[in-house]
């Protein structure tokens, strides 16, 4: 059962502009939700976390949004640079019993 | 500070040996964490160990696959008679404790294929 969905599996966005990055998850007892960035050959990279209790984090160029009602978060960054060109995971978790995502593969056009 | 390591970071085996792969997590975290990942998936769960037991080893998909972590620090895990479908990237990642909203850690994954 896919607990966590990224239903877009690439985006494509140029230098400069905003990159939206969407998840969404049906377990509501998840209360810590992440985002992981993932180059080739490299394991996932922490990126920006939120806790259940918030609505937005913020952290530099990169945030997340949570929608708790409609069980759905969001990256936002802005803005996007060639090097943000990766693989981006979406997490949830519920006691550090962690759910992923399929990944959404972003391309920052230069 | 040292980030969590994998070793080897790529294997290549014959279907029916049997494998080890090995974690080193982040010094002073408690929590150790397998996944595995296929391609154009994201990590699935295998297995957690909170210091030198597994409290949770539902992912593990069969009972060739094994993990132990005898010290409470660096882990193994053992695949027996390996099969094709085994092939994936193995994911380790600690994080200080599993209990609360605790960020998890990954190493940088061993690459596993069985011929």
């Known amino acids: 059962d896919q607990q966590v969905k990224q239903n877009s599996p690439s985006l494509s966005v140029q230098e400069g502009r905003i990159s939206i990055l969407n998840c969404d998850y049906t377990?509501?007892?998840?209360?810590?939700f992440l985002w992981y960035k993932k180059y080739p050959a490299e394991g996932p990279t922490f990126l920006i976390s939120?806790?259940?209790?918030?609505d937005k984090n913020e952290d530099g160029r990169f945030t997340v949004f949570l929608n708790k009602s409609a069980k759905h978060l969001s990256l936002h960054i802005v803005p996007s640079q060639p090097g943000d060109s990766a693989v981006y995971f979406c997490?949830?978790?519920?006691?550090?019993?962690?759910?992923f995502g399929a990944g959404t593969r972003l391309t920052v056009k230069p | 500070g040292a980030g969590v390591s994998q070793t080897p970071s790529n294997k290549v085996t014959e279907k029916g040996k049997y494998v080890e792969l090995r974690c080193d997590p982040i010094?002073?975290?408690?929590?150790l964490y397998w996944y595995r990942q296929s391609l154009g998936q994201g990590p699935e769960f295998l297995i957690y160990?909170?210091?030198?037991?597994?409290?949770?080893d539902s992912g593990l998909p069969n009972d060739r696959f094994f993990a132990v972590r005898p010290e409470g620090s660096v882990s193994t895990l053992k695949i027996q008679r390996t099969e094709r479908g085994d092939s994936a990237v193995y994911l380790c990642?600690?994080?200080?404790?599993?209990?609360?909203?605790?960020?998890?850690?990954f190493g940088p994954g061993t690459r596993l294929l069985v011929l």
């Open positions: 377990n509501s007892m998840f209360d810590y």
């Open positions: 997490a949830a978790s519920y006691n550090n019993d962690m759910r």
């Open positions: 990642a600690s994080s200080l404790s599993r209990t609360g909203q605790e960020t998890q850690y």
């Open positions: 939120i806790s259940s209790i918030k």
């Open positions: 160990f909170q210091g030198t037991g597994a409290a949770d």
């Open positions: 010094s002073g975290h408690t929590a």
